[in-house]
């Protein structure tokens, strides 16, 4: 049984090292669709643009899939649900980090406007790191619906009504 587990992970690191790879394709090509300023002298090629677009259509849901997966194996397979521990551990790595990074590029690419713009542009994660605190309040959001005492269906309801509003 523990080699099967161990199979799982291995199959897991694979999918987030090729995932990894494309998220820099992604990035590269990611001009060529518009979302970045193109610099000067760059021709319009035309594939580049489908590669920006077949690898964002997936990416960065698989790594929230992946990482969901991954908590599901630790305190369902492996037990280890302390809630508290988890929301402390997700804090020290990627909140920290996400804080330290977003500062420096806060204070490379950003005109400072004010203390209350430079903590708003942290706590969101500053350009490309906002997905360090969505993915932070995914896991806090797994641990109070993992306290909850409430049927799994009950659970589900109110994720779906959350997704809802949300739209």
């Given amino acids: 049984m523990i080699e099967k587990k161990r199979i ?5 690191t694979l999918m ?17 669709q518009g979302a970045w300023t193109k610099p000067e002298g760059c021709i319009d090629i035309p594939a580049y643009k489908w590669i920006a677009r077949i690898a964002f259509a997936f990416t ?5 899939f992946i990482s969901g997966y991954l908590f599901a194996f630790q305190s369902i397979t492996l037990n280890k649900s302390d809630g508290w521990k988890v929301i402390i551990n997700k804090l ?3 909140i920290l980090p996400g804080i330290i990074f ?36 995914c896991f806090v959001g797994a641990v109070i619906l993992q306290k909850i005492k409430i049927g799994d269906g009950w659970k589900l309801l109110f994720l779906l009504l959350i997704i809802r509003m949300a739209v």
């Fill in 60 to 64: 960065l849901e698989t790594f929230v």
């Fill in 92 to 94: 020290k790595r990627l």
């Fill in 102 to 137: 977003s500062s420096a590029y806060f204070f490379i690419f950003y005109e400072y406007k004010g203390a209350g713009n430079f903590l708003y542009n942290i706590v969101n994660g500053c350009g490309r790191l906002w997905f360090l605190p969505m993915l932070f309040w």
């Fill in 16 to 32: 987030r090292t090729i995932l990894a790879v494309i998220i820099v394709f992604m990035h590269s090509f990611t001009c060529y």
């Fill in 8 to 12: 799982q992970l291995d199959e897991v």
